[in-house]
């Protein structure tokens, strides 16, 4: 069946319910029924979802269903089960009516086993929803925003068996999502919509957004995307500028990778004081963002760089992934060295996409760069652990963080970033050396021209991705990889910056800029910096500072506010609660040890046009044919 893209409106339960997505048949498992899922808010004030799992075959005597216990793209086990409430499951009589109460045991924490005798049945249960976030479901009186992990159960050991979800909303709230409708045109008096889904896997990975919210379409190569924006509470944003953005940010993934990988997409954006980034998925995206960051430029610039973060994930992890993300194991830790490349380069890339489409002129991007570089170069902990290895550890380091993590941790999407620049500009340079052309831009080109179109994916290793960065730069590039990914050495981007001609110039910190306290954290101490004025007075994680020289302070930032205000060399009286205690101790400031490193475009009159041709075709939009 041809897909097709649904544009008028159906009614459900009374109300004009928008269905968005792509419409396409729903494939089931050969020998298999598609499992089939209700989903009703009766009384979005008490914030429970109720639904119904019907099976019309399970030839077990006993059939396991289980909730996931943590959602793809976000790395932490959530125990999704704590959630479910009222489980109940029903045998399926022979007109196939719900009737008759069957044995239901929860064998764990997120597992129920039903006593099915081989019969088909109904399960019910209710999920409590009452986390706004990205990762997780929330109702109100407003709205709903529902991530499939945390309401549908799975069959174990069935996640690729097709699904149908037939979706009930009472409060008479529209409805948007990426899955595809079951009928390209709807009876008007339709009493609920519904949806197909080839596997589990899609069903969850299509997050639902009921609710009114603004609605702006626009059309990029050839292929349907549509952003939807919700603010229950208000805002101070338009609509229409977000999506002239989000078109900008598309327009540059397309020329970068030569065409886009679907016929409809999605952006859901609520905007609630709340606030939570976004959560990558096939065909859509779901985003959260304060609703009244819009006074100036800045709240559309973040917003933009967010979609083109989210937007590139489309190919980064959802397309091109490792073979341990896609089909997924939803019962427990799902283990990657990948996170660096699938998040870190994902930034890379959201930055080039706006570089190229003109966003960001040479100059911004160049600031951007040295204040993340030097940001970078203050983390004590950017060198302890192989990015690789904190890549597998996300699940304990990254999603909970200890009081040493400062020290001994790096996020992988910063130093991912990084690694990402500085193998952007290897390439460049060591194809400039083998008279040929390579770019970060040709590595991902390359990857997914390698995918399979019968699925129009790519499980890839480190060792695919170590070829495609050799192809482009004309020579074995494994070295990069051992030093930088698997290693620990210190990044060369100041070197390779260097190297492209670009004045890369090391200065003294001045005035409050050079003053050190070696303090970190917000609330209270998160982080103490080893061999620190603060390290030296003794100060420790967890510690509660609430005065300086006497005076109070409501945070740790604004401690270090008022010892910056103090000069270099100057001493102080630290007030502070250690658990039960107060404390006061001294501190000395002292020069700050990291000089500031700056990035700068070198002068007009520069005579290697060869390297200057490299270097533009980094920087300038009009001139990157990479």
């Known amino acids: 069946m041809p897909r097709v893209r649904v544009t008028a409106p159906v009614l459900v339960c009374g109300a004009l319910i928008t269905l968005t997505g792509p419409a396409a048949a729903a494939k089931p498992k050969r020998g298999s029924s598609p499992v089939h899922y209700e989903l009703s808010i009766p009384a979005p004030t008490t914030r429970y979802v109720e639904l119904s799992v019907e099976l019309d075959d399970a030839p077990a005597r006993r059939t396991e269903l289980a909730m996931p216990a943590w959602t793809p793209g976000s790395y932490l086990i959530r125990d999704f089960g704590k959630h479910v409430y009222e489980v109940e499951a029903l045998a399926r009589d022979a007109s196939g009516e719900c009737a008759g109460a069957l044995e239901v045991e929860r064998v764990d924490k997120q597992t129920w086993s039903v006593a099915n005798d081989g019969g088909g049945f109904c399960l019910r249960y209710r999920v409590f929803a009452d986390e706004l976030s990205v990762r997780t479901s929330y109702v109100d009186d407003r709205f709903a925003l529902l991530n499939g992990t945390s309401v549908f159960m799975y069959v174990v050991g069935e996640t690729d068996r097709a699904a149908e979800l037939e979706l009930s909303s009472a409060p008479n709230w529209p409805i948007h999502t990426a899955l595809d409708p079951l009928s390209s045109s709807p009876a008007a008096d339709d009493a609920s919509a519904r949806f197909g889904a080839p596997s589990y896997d899609v069903l969850v990975d299509s997050p639902l957004l009921l609710g009114e919210a603004e609605v702006e379409r626009f059309e990029v190569a050839g292929k349907a995307l549509e952003f939807v924006y919700l603010a229950p509470a208000g805002t101070n944003a338009a609509l229409g500028r ?35 980034g976004g959560l990558e998925h096939r065909d859509s995206t779901a985003m959260i963002v304060d609703p009244w960051i819009f006074a100036n430029d800045s709240g559309y610039a973040r917003v933009q760089r967010l979609v083109a973060h989210e937007f590139f994930h489309l190919w980064n992890v959802k397309r091109i992934h490792d073979q341990v993300l896609g089909p997924f194991d939803y019962a427990g830790e799902t283990y990657t060295d990948l996170l660096w490349f699938h998040e870190g380069l994902t930034e890379t890339m959201e930055t080039r996409a706006l ?62 970033n990084l690694i990402g620049v500085c193998l952007d500009l290897s390439i460049r340079l ?57 290693g620990t050495e210190e990044l060369p981007l100041a070197a390779l910056l260097d190297s492209l001609g670009l004045v890369v110039d090391e200065r003294e910190r001045r005035g409050r800029g050079a003053v050190w306290s070696g303090l970190r954290g917000y609330a209270e101490v998160s982080g103490v910096e080893p061999d620190s004025p603060a390290a030296a007075a003794g100060i420790m994680h967890g510690d509660e500072i609430i005065a300086v020289n006497g005076a109070r302070v409501g945070s740790v930032r604004e401690a270090d506010e008022r010892l910056r205000d103090l000069g270099v060399g100057a001493s102080a009286s630290v007030s502070l609660f250690r658990r039960e205690r107060l404390l006061e101790l001294e501190l000395t400031t002292a020069a700050s040890p990291q000089p500031w490193i700056a990035f700068e475009l070198p002068p007009d009159d520069v005579d290697d046009l060869e390297l200057g041709r490299v270097r533009e075709q980094w920087l300038y939009s009009h001139l990157d044919s990479s």
């Open 242 to 276: 977000i999506a002239r953005d989000a078109e900008i940010v598309v327009r540059s993934f397309a020329r970068i990778m030569g065409g886009l990988p679907f016929d409809d997409y999605s952006f859901l954006l609520v905007g609630d004081a709340a606030g939570g």
């Open 355 to 416: 570089l190229r489409a003109g966003v960001l002129s040479p100059a911004q991007y160049l600031e951007q760069l040295q204040n993340q570089w030097n940001a970078y170069l203050s983390r004590p902990g950017r060198n302890h652990t192989p990015i690789a290895a904190l890549s597998r550890e996300a699940w304990i380091k990254s999603y909970q963080p200890e009081a040493n993590h400062s020290e001994t941790v790096v996020s992988y999407y910063e130093k991912g």
């Open 430 to 486: 060591r194809a400039r050396a083998n008279r040929t052309g390579g770019s970060l831009d040709g590595l991902f080109r390359r990857l997914w021209a390698a995918r399979d179109p019968a699925s129009d994916e790519l499980a890839i290793t480190i060792d695919e991705i170590i070829a495609a960065a050799s192809a482009e730069a004309g020579e074995d590039m494994r070295w990069f990889f051992e030093r930088y990914v698997y």
